[in-house]
């Protein structure tokens, strides 16, 4: 029987409660021949597990100093070979009423069970077996394999509130008993290290890599120190510094709680340098471990690879470093022979990506094209086979994984991959490798306790907050139980009848939106003043069995996931049938008394009000009624329609009229990809559509009033004065409170109009024959009022500013002195060398700004060459390394955004092997501009976010909210851009709506008052120039513990106006409306001074 099949057996006999059935005499016998059928080693084995004699089954050579031949051997070879025989002894000491046997059988198979993405029906198993017999030690791996499970399939909420239990409880798992301290240590360390991962995959470098250094400390500090920990710790420390800031790195090297020289030498060494150092001490401290060493020296290739392009690198020695970085590819890529089975999902993601990067790197040391070219194509056919593996309903995934490794075999061959001599059999590294010499350190138990003593109130909150302990009757040992994160007790808010009455006539956001979160049953819920709201049948969001949902099939209809709002407003928490219960439970009793949890995954939105503004078409008409804007309940991006839910397609390409240079230190923004109630114009002589007029000045706006009761600001002819999706902003090191600069805006000649679709390629790219690429129209000042009457300066001049340069820049530091490819978006050998160096945005909008190319994805479920992006706020720079993408299918939703919608991709250099992805691109094509601003729009809410939350946790605060991390993916044919997608983890969970980026803000939800604190905040850490609005994502039913955000708006006098971002309007909405002249009483305890009801210039 295959494994998934005797899983299943083992399920259905689980799901048995023992009172209802009794235990023949066969049954007895069948378990007895069962358990003495094991061989020696594993009786051995499982006789230690039942003795709780180690928290985690530990490798031979894990603790050794002296490996012999015997030792080097890894338990999941055994464990493989006798799987069959392992599970049939589970089935029968289930029906035999032993627990005791089926939890140390479970914990055995555990990890080589997660390896062939198979842990979901074994979690399943543990629960129930916990559930009828509470009184049975769960293993510690199995606690902190539910948090890993949950970290994969982006319930990051859970996975939290496992690790901090087991980090502020020292280790405490309820009736387990540890024989020594040590143990409590070890688990302590390994959930530090967890949870560093959570961190990473949050894009928290700086945090992330504290966190897997304290785990380091806590392996080294060990009686034996852990090798297999210290391996892993050093491979996460080597990816998480390929992606921090050289600010970061210079923060976390002189920390002085961390000793950086004792471990990995230099600390003047290079960033990349340290993390390929990092990187190559791992393989060798796990050399014996064929999946950690492939895992390993493909981090410490890719560190290599980066640096061969980094500013610092000599150009003499370039094709050295190039050199090392392929000799680690061909290291990983020959931990497996030809024909030999992979069976592990994160086995076959890595081996392609380091097959696709040796040919990244055989490119760049000039290998022949054709060659590069054919080894590519390779990779792009092994990843299209590996997204279809990923998919829960693949039936076929040995036939797969058979595919993709001959696809991996030939691009070895292709690129002449030679085995490296090696003396020792039992290693999977060359004798090169074990030359390094070893660094001695001086870790301690005494430096691990005062390195978790940093984050002893940040665990001791979230425990507080989740209440994930309960005290098991009649015994005084804390125990486990279910994580009760309800996400969706929480009540609707208050909006206005007439409003939501006539909502149902717009066309709702759901793929990319933050919508909020109503009730199933609309009738029976306490929503106060809303009697119509639109509804949706509940779904279900399945998950791989690695925790991770599938980026294919079923789970395509993602109802309870990203961007879509469950919306059960009842206090029934979620995911929890007896299937899909989270918890491990102390008493059986205890259980009965649950009620049983629903998946209630709907989706449901509050819709677009109906304006009665009727739709004008005269010029004169047009220059008042027809310029008014709704502020709508639609989120973000998705909704540039006109108020008889036509859209409004050419105010949006109109933008690219503006072309704008400044010398602040703020980024550049855009329009709103995701302005949640956002501005909608009408008409189609918008003035977004207007060229900037010389001598113009803003007339001042008056309220309105709608017939619905719904509110309505009327603009006159020349109202706003928008800017460019591509406004060229100076991404310097953010400083607090800059100045306000001088800006400048240029005026384009005409409109972008979409054209004829071009074919052919993944994306569509739409050039306008009408659009001309000189700009028309000199600069003029550009003078506004504010609502006092009083001059602005959000947009002012004093002539051309000079252009700042960022020293961390390629571009700015080295200006191409070669003439332009004949197709803009070409890129040169130049291009390449500024984007694998770093360049900053100004620069990189500046070179991919466009009047006349629109991009929109046409094909799916293809793979492509990319270039992945990533922005940090802290340098103004984008980073970019060479990786292969799978566009996927169509999230399928109830409910379909109006701007965006929401792809299932994979890519090899996503943070998260394990975990899904989602790719977001415009309904309708849309300039390049649009999707680089909205990444750094949402990385510098981040960066806000985080200087927050010291505020917090510096207050013993008992809540934290996080920004998800977004990236860009350029899509290539050969060396040309043909295509752009945002990326984002994928996050599961009931989506909430807290604020809008106007006035709108939902006090149901307890989270909403940290979100205006934290909107106070920002406006006062920004110099009183930007406030971080729209905030939407999910939450805990009490606000407290853990908040992820995702889409935000900013309003910024920093930048140019947009539709999104209404300058000193919105900051002004925001001090007098949406947080209102009194502070709530989480300013008041961040002890934030007022905030200013009038402004005046």
């Not at 040796?358 to 054709?370: E, G, I, N, R």
């Not at 694998?836 to 009047?851: D, F, M, P, T, W």
């Not at 999910?1034 to 708006?1049: A, E, I, M, R, V």
Request: net charge negative; aromatic share 8%.
């Amino acid at each position: 029987m295959e494994v998934g099949d005797l899983l299943e057996d083992c399920l259905s006999a689980a799901k048995e409660h023992p009172k209802s059935v009794e235990v023949s005499d066969s049954v007895k016998l069948k378990y007895k021949r069962c358990r003495e059928s094991l061989c020696e080693e594993l009786a051995s084995l499982l006789e230690e597990a039942e003795q709780m004699k180690w928290p985690f089954v530990p490798e031979r050579w894990q603790y050794k100093q002296s490996i012999s031949p015997t030792d080097k051997t890894n338990l999941n070879d055994l464990i493989g070979k006798n799987v069959q025989q392992l599970l049939d002894l589970l089935k029968s000491s289930i029906m035999a009423q032993e627990p005791q046997t089926s939890l140390a059988v479970i914990f055995l198979v555990d990890r080589f069970l997660y390896w062939i993405d198979e842990s979901t029906r074994l979690l399943k198993i543990t629960k129930l077996l916990n559930r009828h017999y509470p009184e049975q030690p769960i293993a510690p791996q199995l606690i902190i394999r539910q948090a890993r499970v949950y970290l994969n399939s982006g319930k990051l909420q859970k996975t939290e509130s496992i690790l901090s239990s087991l980090i502020y409880k020292n280790g405490t798992t309820g009736c387990w008993v540890y024989h020594c301290d040590s143990d409590k240590v070890l688990v302590q360390a390994v959930s530090v290290q967890v949870r560093g991962m959570v961190l990473q995959k949050l894009g928290l470098w700086l945090q992330a890599a504290e966190l897997i250094w304290a785990s380091l400390v806590g392996y080294y500090s060990l009686p034996q120190p852990d090798k297999k920990g210290i391996g892993t710790s050093l491979g996460l420390l080597a990816n998480i510094l390929v992606s921090m800031s050289d600010e970061d790195f210079h923060a976390f090297k002189t920390n002085p709680d961390i000793d950086f020289p004792s471990l990995l030498g230099n600390a003047g060494s290079h960033r990349l340098l340290s993390a390929a150092q990092a990187a190559k001490m791992a393989v060798v401290y796990s050399q014996y471990a064929s999946l950690y060493v492939l895992t390993n020296v493909t981090a410490q290739g890719t560190c290599l690879l980066s640096y061969s392009f980094s500013l610092t690198c000599p150009p003499s020695q370039r094709t050295t470093f190039l050199q090392k970085a392929r000799e680690a590819f061909a290291i990983g890529l020959l931990t497996k022979a030809e024909g030999e089975p992979v069976t592990s999902q994160q086995e076959l993601h890595t081996f392609l990506k380091a097959a696709y990067s040796m040919t990244v790197t055989d490119k760049w040391l000039d290998a022949p094209k054709d060659v590069v070219e054919e080894a590519a194509q390779a990779c792009q056919q092994a990843l299209g086979y590996f997204y279809k593996y990923c998919d829960s309903s693949t039936q076929d995934k040995d036939g797969l994984s058979v595919r993709i490794m001959q696809e991996v075999a030939k691009v070895k061959q292709l690129l002449g991959v030679e085995p490296f001599p090696n003396s020792d059999k039992g290693s999977f590294i060359p004798d090169s490798y074990r030359n390094d010499k070893d660094y001695t350190v001086n870790f301690t138990l005494e430096g691990f306790s005062k390195m978790l003593e940093r984050y002893q109130k940040f665990h001791a909150s979230l425990c507080e907050a989740t209440k994930s302990f309960k005290k098991t009757e009649g015994n005084d040992a804390n125990v486990l139980t279910a994580l009760n994160l309800s996400m969706s007790t929480v009540k609707s808010p208050a909006f206005d009848k007439e409003s939501l009455s006539e909502a149902v006539k717009q066309i709702p956001r759901s793929s990319d939106s933050s919508i909020m979160s109503l009730s199933q049953n609309v009738a029976s819920a306490p929503i106060q003043e809303s009697t119509d709201l639109l509804r949706s049948p509940c779904q279900k969001s399945s998950t791989r069995s690695s925790g991770s949902p599938e980026p294919s099939g079923g789970a395509h209809s993602s109802g309870s996931g990203h961007r879509t709002g469950s919306s059960d407003q009842s206090n029934v928490p979620t995911n929890s049938d007896d299937d899909n219960d989270d918890s491990f439970s102390c008493s059986a009793d205890e259980n009965k008394k649950q009620k049983p949890e629903s998946h209630t995954s709907g989706i449901a939105s509050y819709l677009v009000p109906k304006s009665t503004i009727p739709k004008t078409t005269s010029h004169s008409q047009q220059s008042e009624e027809s310029q008014a804007k709704i502020e709508t309940y639609v989120s973000g991006l998705d909704s540039m329609t006109d108020v008889n839910g036509e859209e409004n397609e050419g105010s949006l390409h109109s933008l690219s009229q503006l072309e704008l240079k400044e010398t602040s230190s703020s980024f550049g923004e855009s329009f709103s990809s995701q302005s949640s109630w956002g501005i909608i114009s009408t008409g189609q002589n918008s003035p977004l559509r207007e060229k900037v007029q010389p001598g113009y000045v803003s007339k001042p706006r008056t309220l309105s009033s709608g017939s619905d009761g719904s509110f309505v600001i009327v603009e006159t002819q020349n109202s706003e004065s928008s800017s460019s999706p591509a406004s060229i902003a100076d991404h310097k090191p953010l400083e607090r409170h800059d100045v306000h600069s001088n800006m400048k805006l240029e005026a384009n000649s005409r409109p972008v109009k979409p054209a004829s679709v071009v074919q052919g390629n993944p994306s569509q790219r739409v050039p306008d024959p009408n659009a001309t690429t000189e700009s028309s129209g000199s600069s003029d000042d550009m003078v506004e009022l504010n609502e006092n009457g009083h001059q602005s300066n959000e947009v002012t001049s004093a002539g051309k500013a000079p252009q700042n340069k960022n020293t961390l820049c390629y571009s700015c530091l080295y200006p191409s002195t070669t003439a332009a490819p004949d197709r803009q978006f070409e890129l040169s050998q130049h291009d390449y060398q500024a984007l694998l160096a770093g360049i900053c945005h100004e620069c990189l909008q500046r070179r991919l700004y466009s009047k006349t190319e629109l991009f929109q994805l046409q094909q799916f479920q293809t793979a492509h060459n990319a270039l992945h992006l990533k922005f940090s706020k802290a340098t103004g720079l984008w980073m970019a390394r060479e990786t292969c993408v799978y566009i996927g299918r169509l999230m399928e939703m109830k409910l379909k955004g109006n701007q965006r919608r929401a792809i299932w991709v994979q890519f090899l250099h996503q943070e998260e092997r394990l975990s899904s992805y989602v790719g977001k691109d415009y309904l309708e094509p849309r300039e390049i501009q649009y999707h680089l601003n909205d990444v750094a729009r949402q990385m510098t809410a981040q960066y806000y976010v985080t200087e927050f939350n010291k505020s917090l946790y510096d207050k013993e605060v008992l809540a934290q909210i996080f920004y998800i991390p977004s990236d860009a993916l350029l899509i290539l044919n050969g060396g040309e851009i043909v295509g752009c997608i945002t990326v984002e983890p994928y996050m599961l969970g009931d989506f909430m709506k807290f604020t809008n980026n106007t006035k709108k803000k939902n006090m149901s939800l307890e989270a909403t008052k940290y979100g205006l604190a934290f909107g106070h905040f920002t406006y006062l850490f920004s110099g009183r120039q930007e406030v971080v609005v729209d905030l939407q994502g999910w939450t805990t039913s009490s606000g407290k513990g853990l908040t992820y955000l995702t889409d935000p708006q900013i309003h910024s006098t920093r930048t140019p106006r947009e539709p999104s971002n209404f300058g000193e309007r919105g900051l002004a909405i925001f001090r007098k409306e949406q947080h209102g002249p009194t502070c709530n009483e989480i300013c008041n305890l961040l002890r934030l001074p007022p905030l200013p009801q009038q402004f005046h210039v």
